[in-house]
């Protein structure tokens, strides 16, 4: 690809994702160290044991109106458009997979509405701002659309693909890459925890990475995270959505709600001026939510 085209189609990523590639993952009321002992969302986990009276087991005829109704109570000050084509296009899924087992349904609706936050709207601002500030008042309206996501999100590290992959010659680790504008306070802890196996860290919402270092620093203010995945034992905590994506060419690698990570080093970029983290990925050894 030649510099032309290479830039091109850097600024087109940039036009398509600005807001989802730059939104905030730290609330300002909120501690990327506090309750780390507790992998996953809470937020996801409470709607799952209100929605279902603790029972804990969600069908898909149950879920799917839910989900609907709440994402137009949240679409209400958006442009009607927006909402209608969201609401379109969850209709459209439905359509499709009427005669579909169980499984199958809910696999396809997982599908529909994780390839939804790629797409540039309301649905991914609120979402985000509701998971990264514990926004309880949220539960009923967003709770089933990210159950839903976070159900969609990595395999379990049980199956039987996971074993066939822990054999391939894949490298065994994955690097991705999220720029972001953190405080200067969220910066001084992760610099005081470099090198202690004790101190973990977590984000509370849903977080957009890419596999393309550059694309990553175009969203970069302050900070530049890049993250080492082990491959397969974090198998359940991360999802490539590189073809499940309104933009495909984003290389796009979203992480789970509640992943925790440690700070292995910090170092400063001598051109742009921004702190360099450099995370590890902790293996939950959880099973994803059913």
């Not at 939104?23 to 044991?49: E, H, I, M």
Request: a positive charge; one cysteine or more; aromatic letters at 10%.
């Amino acid at each position: 690809m030649n510099e032309s085209l290479e830039s091109e189609r850097r600024l087109n990523v940039n036009s398509s994702r600005c807001d989802r590639l730059s939104f905030p993952l730290v609330s300002n009321s909120q501690s990327t160290c506090a309750d780390t002992a507790y992998q996953g969302s809470k937020f996801v986990r409470d709607w799952l044991l209100k929605f279902t009276n603790g029972k804990l087991e969600v069908k898909y005829d149950q879920i799917f109106p839910a989900l609907i109704n709440g994402l137009i109570l949240e679409g209400c000050k958006e442009p009607k458009t927006a909402v209608d084509e969201i609401i379109r296009v969850l209709n459209s899924s439905n359509d499709a997979c009427l005669k579909m087992n169980e499984r199958k349904r809910m696999k396809k609706l997982q599908d529909c509405c994780i390839k939804l936050y790629t797409k540039q709207c309301y649905l991914f601002r609120a979402v985000n701002t509701a998971l990264k500030d514990d926004d309880r008042t949220k539960l009923d309206t967003l709770g089933p659309y990210c159950y839903v996501v976070y159900n969609s999100i990595g395999h379990p590290t049980n199956s039987r693909h996971f074993l066939q992959k822990l054999n391939s010659k894949k490298s065994k680790t994955m690097t991705v890459y999220r720029g972001d504008s953190a405080p200067r306070t969220i910066i001084e802890e992760y610099r005081q925890a470099v090198g202690q196996k004790d101190k973990y860290f977590k984000w509370l919402p849903f977080v957009s990475t890419s596999m393309d270092r550059l694309v990553a620093e175009g969203f970069a203010l302050n900070v530049l995270y890049i993250i080492e995945i082990e491959r397969y034992f974090s198998m359940d905590q991360y999802t490539d959505l590189e073809k499940n994506s309104y933009c495909t060419s984003e290389q796009e690698v979203i992480l789970k709600p509640g992943t925790r990570f440690q700070v292995t080093s910090i170092d400063v970029d001598n051109i742009s001026g921004r702190q360099v983290v450099h995370i590890k990925m902790i293996p939950s050894y959880i099973s994803i939510l059913r």
